[in-house]
């Protein structure tokens, strides 16, 4: 007999497969559409644009050479400047996408879009986590509860958004520092992307006229990663 929580794994992941198909078939581009044009469903847009800029920011930090010459630490700054632009664009997919539909009031959207200060933007995440009753299952290496959760992102937070004064989180000297940054923040981007996607699943279920936070096999799903 399977244990609660191997249950609830095997139905995250297919409830994460069927998402990601939904998220899948609406993104594709209309023919002939450019992808620097106008979208009609940006909620829907957020998703794939932070997930590539976490792709670019890895790709990015892969080629990092420290010691290799008097500038190479200013390399790093483009790859903090690329996640900390990828965490607010998780942030984001969350609460004006299926997230938002969580909260008693849903955050305005033209607010939420043209704010770049991912500490705002994280109280919306953590509420919506607790109104889903997910604080256990939203877990990753770097974040144990939502209190870490919210001091990783005030750290990230002091990362100026427009690069016009980069103030950096890390010292670009330390190899040891910027690799756990890389590191950490790789674990809350993966933690942000498996929460937008079962959050997604979950409002799909009550659409569908099921009980909330159930699934075929009795039981709930959440946001893990180990």
């Given amino acids: 007999m399977l244990d609660a929580e191997a249950v609830t794994g095997s139905t995250l992941v297919m409830m994460r497969k069927k998402s990601a198909a939904r998220r899948s078939i609406a993104a594709k581009p209309e023919p002939h559409v450019s992808p620097l044009g106008p979208r009609n469903d940006q909620s829907k847009d957020l998703f794939f644009h932070a997930r590539s800029f976490h792709i670019a920011a890895k790709k990015l930090a892969g080629?990092?050479?420290?010691?290799?010459?008097?500038?190479?630490?200013?390399?790093?700054?483009?790859?903090?400047?690329?996640?900390?632009?990828?965490?607010?664009?998780?942030?984001?997919?969350?609460?004006?996408?299926?997230?938002?539909?969580?909260?008693?009031?849903?955050?305005?959207?033209?607010?939420?879009?043209?704010?770049?200060?991912?500490?705002?933007?994280?109280?919306?995440?953590?509420?919506?986590?607790?109104?889903?009753?997910?604080?256990?299952?939203?877990?990753c290496e770097a974040v144990q509860s939502l209190a870490d959760f919210k001091t990783m992102v005030a750290t990230v937070n002091s990362v100026d958004p427009g690069m016009y004064v980069f103030r950096s989180p890390v010292h670009p000297h330390s190899q040891i520092g910027v690799q756990d940054f890389i590191r950490r923040m790789d674990g809350l981007l993966d933690l942000l992307e498996s929460t937008a996607d079962a959050l997604a699943a979950d409002w799909d279920l009550r659409s569908e006229g099921m009980e909330p936070g159930s699934n075929w096999s009795g039981g709930g799903f959440g946001p893990t990663i180990q």
Wanted: a negative charge; glycine letters at 8%; hydrophobic letters at 45%.
């Fill in 63 to 139: 080629t990092l050479e420290f010691g290799s010459g008097p500038f190479a630490e200013f390399d790093v700054f483009p790859v903090v400047f690329l996640y900390r632009h990828a965490l607010e664009l998780s942030l984001k997919t969350i609460v004006v996408g299926e997230g938002g539909n969580f909260l008693a009031t849903k955050p305005d959207p033209i607010s939420v879009s043209n704010s770049h200060s991912v500490s705002w933007l994280a109280q919306f995440v953590c509420q919506i986590v607790t109104a889903v009753g997910w604080e256990r299952q939203f877990m």
